[in-house]
T-cell receptor, first 113, second 112 residues
Framework: DADVTQTPRNRITKTGKRIMLECSQTKGHDRMYWYRQDPGLGLRLIYYSFDVKDINKGEISDGYSVSRQAQAKFSLSLESAIPNQTALYFC????????????FGEGSRLTVL | EDKVVQSPLSLVVHEGDTVTLNCSYEVTNFRSLLWYKQEKKAPTFLFMLTSSGIEKKSGRLSSILDKKELFSILNITATQTGDSAVYLCAKFTNTGGFKTIFGAGTRLFVKA
């Protein structure tokens, strides 16, 4: 089983629908991150969390919200999806300490029509 | 602002060539510089660099950091078609909490 699991892996939805992407991890890491990837733009940080009571906005948080339900679970919601939120979304975890290494899920491809 | 700039954005080479990928970053709250390789799916970790001038090496890949000039390079020698991927450079920073900021990536295509 993967250490960082994202569901769903693929989703097609319509404009205006609410979508939730879920992430769970078995690595025991405190830090969890949601990134969005668009062609030619690398990975852009949406939200990040250091524990269940600590949520921080990233570079591009508008139109998104998150919930850290437990140390192992971090979900990303699009309250009212729009076409320019069509992208590949990655969840990642990071260990405590002065290291930036991230461990990624397999990605969730979202298409908003 | 935590910015990471990679160049070139794309590169096409022939098998056996040596390539150098570049990454520059802003100094604010710098903790480390990381390189990842991304093929079809999730990025996979290559190197983490924290000290200037110390080369990290893994097979045909190597990387070095210059903290004075604020850049890093990733070298790939004797390239193979399996090296075709997007190479992502990222800065680990403590601006507003520990987070990793990525560049746009360099897309490398190695022709047989």
């Amino acid at each position: 089983d993967a250490d960082v699991t994202q569901t769903p892996r693929n989703r097609i939805t319509k404009t205006g629908k609410r979508i939730m992407l879920e992430c769970s991890q078995t690595k025991g890491h405190d830090r969890m991150y949601w990134y969005r990837q668009d062609p030619g733009l690398g990975l852009r940080l949406i939200y990040y969390s250091f524990d269940v009571k600590d949520i921080n906005k990233g570079e591009i948080s508008d139109g998104y919200s998150v919930s850290r339900q437990a140390q192992a679970k971090f979900s990303l919601s699009l309250e009212s999806a729009i076409p320019n939120q069509t992208a590949l979304y990655f969840c990642a975890t990071g260990a405590q300490g002065n290291t930036g290494e991230l461990f990624f899920g397999e990605g969730s491809r979202l298409t908003v029509l | 602002e935590d910015k990471v700039v990679q160049s070139p954005l794309s590169l096409v080479v022939h098998e056996g060539d040596t390539v150098t990928l570049n990454c520059s970053y802003e100094v604010t709250n710098f903790r480390s510089l990381l390189w990842y390789k991304q093929e079809k799916k999730a990025p996979t970790f290559l190197f983490m660099l924290t000290s200037s001038g110390i080369e990290k090496k893994s097979g045909r890949l190597s990387s070095i950091l210059d903290k004075k000039e604020l850049f890093s390079i990733l070298n790939i020698t004797a390239t193979q078609t399996g090296d075709s991927a997007v190479y992502l450079c990222a800065k680990f920073t403590n601006t507003g909490g520990f987070k990793t900021i990525f560049g746009a990536g360099t897309r490398l295509f190695v022709k047989a």
